[in-house]
């Protein structure tokens, strides 16, 4: 990995509202290896420096082969309280709520030469590993004393029931305390289909979709998934982190495929 950090294309990561600490030195490096396209997430603190946070791996001219991601835990163990692990799995999350809903996705960590990961995830999944991970590590720096960070807490979007008109979309939103009220949810269908409203005392929200276009005929979106995103909210003490719901039932259907996007 030090031979292709020294032959990639750098760029600084993204600035987020998501980190702890934006004043560490993270930056992503770009490469193709061996049929796959990698962006490695580096931190040069000190500058002279390259050390390895993450790697996100995607097979090329294989969309079917899950995108790997991996971290590199700065002690043997992956909940250790490392201010750099934090940053680590903040950065990944950043990555991640941008990535392809509809992918498959390996997460997992090496740690002294062992490489631990999950067997093939759903984007959502991933979001949830990504995150529950980044609270163990915040729960290790509160037990050592550390200042305690922003909690993360992770929130569903699922499709509510398949109106007869399919242009009629709804979606529910809970924590795990409940229903999130008052909460703006954006419906969006391929290829330019959207509607928006707020959740009501169930944390349900139902709008019409309407053709940003202005077309009349959908003929040629039958069977597009409808995604209904929620951007999320920062409160003082609390990142209620932002999710996406992938809904690819037609009317009267009961499965759904859920993920979860920024």
């Known amino acids: 990995m030090q031979s292709l950090l020294r032959t990639s294309k750098i760029q600084p990561a993204p600035a987020s509202q998501l980190l702890t600490n934006a004043q560490l030195r993270v930056e992503l490096a770009n490469a193709d290896w061996r049929g796959h396209k ?3 997430l580096v931190l040069r603190d000190p500058p002279t420096t390259a050390r390895l946070l993450a790697v996100f791996a995607r097979a090329q001219g294989s969309p079917a082969s899950p995108t790997a991601y991996y971290w590199y835990p700065a002690a043997s163990r992956n909940c250790e309280p490392s201010e750099v692990d934090l940053a680590t799995l903040e950065h990944m999350y ?7 809903v509809t992918d498959a996705y390996r997460f997992g960590a090496i740690a002294s030469g062992v490489q631990d990961s999950d067997p093939k995830l759903t984007h959502s999944q991933l979001l949830a590993r990504i995150a529950k991970t980044r609270e163990c590590v915040v729960d290790a720096l509160t037990t050592a004393g550390a200042a305690s960070p922003k909690r993360w807490q992770i929130v569903s979007l699922e499709a509510a029931e398949s109106a007869k008109d ?3 979309v709804s979606a529910r939103l809970l924590s795990p ?11 969006t269908r391929a290829p330019h289909l959207e509607c928006s409203s707020t959740t009501d005392s169930t944390g349900l929200a139902t709008c019409q979709l309407e053709d940003t276009h202005g077309h009349d005929d959908d003929d040629e979106v039958q069977g597009a998934p409808t995604l209904a995103s929620y951007p999320g909210e920062e409160r003082p003490d609390l990142v209620i982190l932002p999710t996406t719901s992938v809904d690819r039932r037609t009317p009267g259907e009961a499965k759904h495929a859920k993920e979860h996007v920024k």
Do not use: E, H, K, Q
């Open 94 to 100: 950043r990555f991640a709520i941008n990535d392809v």
């Open 166 to 168: 399919r242009a009629v």
């Open 177 to 187: 305390r409940g229903p999130l009220v008052s909460a703006r949810i954006l419906f």
């Open 38 to 40: 990698l962006t490695m």
